[in-house]
């Protein structure tokens, strides 16, 4: 810590330490220095002691554990907050003051403003804009939901009626799922840093495969709690899918557009995360009885036309295809003798014919019928007297033998 200005006295040191009334004025100089400033808080509890004229005010973060004294006069809280009590949302104008005496810091505050409905629900809005433009209401960044979760980890009230509701509802739908409640305040100051302690330690749960945070309905300020910031963003950085089950179907506090699924109520909420064991077993048995109906109408069908196969001539009667068969080959076999017969004698005639032909245009023919062929030795053919000379020897061919002659010189 450095000296405050204008401070003269010599550094602390082990050889010199300061005593304690000099850290204590050193102290109460610094927060001095913070001066006058507004502070926005949850009232914890509110102190009235008879016949005196201070007020004493226990003011809480709502969003973190951490909580300041505040001190005013009876007058002051009169002004501006008659009818607080504890719980309610303040905005004070207060000094930091430190008492050496007791080393404890207050605040002492000389104007208190309880917020109204119409503001928290403006600051409401405010947020909500700021965390959608965030993207924590983005859908496409929710989870979803197991069909049937193991175990289901619940916060909310002690022996309160949300409980009841969720555990009742979800064991009446599948008796055989698990729970780990964990309860918590679900308003008042403690509630939002009691609920994400408890977040966090289901959300580490390895054995959890949902939470569900849930709580009966309210007033908007019975609900507060369900809108703080610190609480959306816990709720949003969870591993584990989260199910908001705050209230009736008109309340919408932010930790419904959070969450990866927001039942309108606690009953709801146990409808949505387990399936009903009734409704999986009658939608079984008619999946069971639509295939049973399947496989008979295929088995039918395929009966049908096995016997349509069956009934069929090949099949039916195997040797009747054997004795078409063999009465086509036999009846092939006969019209190819018969064909064959048929060219045998029509070429038979045919070449009768041809022989006629050329026995009719043959030499010998012409032989028969008186006919001879003069050649000369050389074979030539004598076809005019010129061809041959005086003395020549011919030979003569009759239609049976042949004569040999001589030319002789005609008188």
Known sequence: ???????????????????????????????????????????????RRPG???????????AADLSLTVTAHRDVLDAGAPELAEGARVTLHAK????????????????????????????????????GAEGLFARERKRRLPFLPHKIGLITGRASAAERDVLMNTR??????????LNVPVQGPTAVPQIIDALKVLDHDDTIDVIVIARG???????????????????????????????HETDTPLLDYVADLRASTPTDAAKRIVPDLAEERQLIETARRRLDR?????????????????????LARPELLVDQRAAD??????????????????????????????????????????????????????RAASEAAVDDLLRVR??????????????
Not at 14 to 36: C, E, H, Y
Not at 294 to 314: I, N
Not at 350 to 378: C, F, K, M, N, W
Not at 398 to 411: H, I, K, M, Q
């Open 1 to 47: 810590m450095s000296e405050p200005s204008g401070d003269k006295s010599p550094a602390s040191t082990s050889d010199d330490p300061w005593p304690v009334r000099v850290v204590s004025q050193k102290i109460g100089a610094w927060i001095a220095k913070l001066g006058w400033v507004w502070v926005d808080g949850q009232v914890a509890q509110i102190s």
């Open 52 to 62: 005196s004229t201070v007020v004493f005010l226990t003011l809480r973060d709502p």
């Open 96 to 131: 930091t003051e430190f008492y050496p005496a007791r080393g404890t810091l207050s605040l002492r505050a000389d104007e208190i403003r309880q917020v109204g409905l119409g503001e928290l629900l403006a600051r409401l809005e405010k947020l909500k804009r700021m965390l």
């Open 172 to 181: 009446r739908r599948w008796p055989a799922v698990e729970f780990r409640v």
């Open 217 to 247: 309905g309210g007033s908007v300020e019975d609900l507060l709690p369900f809108s703080d910031e610190a609480l959306c963003r816990a709720v949003f950085a969870a591993r584990t899918p989260v199910v908001s089950a705050i209230g």
């Open 294 to 314: 399947g496989v008979r109408t295929l088995l039918d069908r395929e009966q049908h036309r096995l016997d349509a196969w069956r009934s069929r001539p090949s």
């Open 329 to 382: 080959v036999t009846a092939l076999r006969d019209r190819a003798v018969r064909s064959l017969d048929q060219r045998v004698r029509r070429a038979d005639d045919e070449l009768r014919h041809t022989v006629a032909r050329l026995r009719a245009l043959s030499p010998a023919a012409t032989l028969q019928r008186g006919y001879a062929i003069v050649q000369r030795d050389d074979g030539h053919v004598v």
């Open 398 to 411: 009759l239609a049976e033998g042949e004569l040999r002659a001589v030319v002789r010189e005609s008188e």
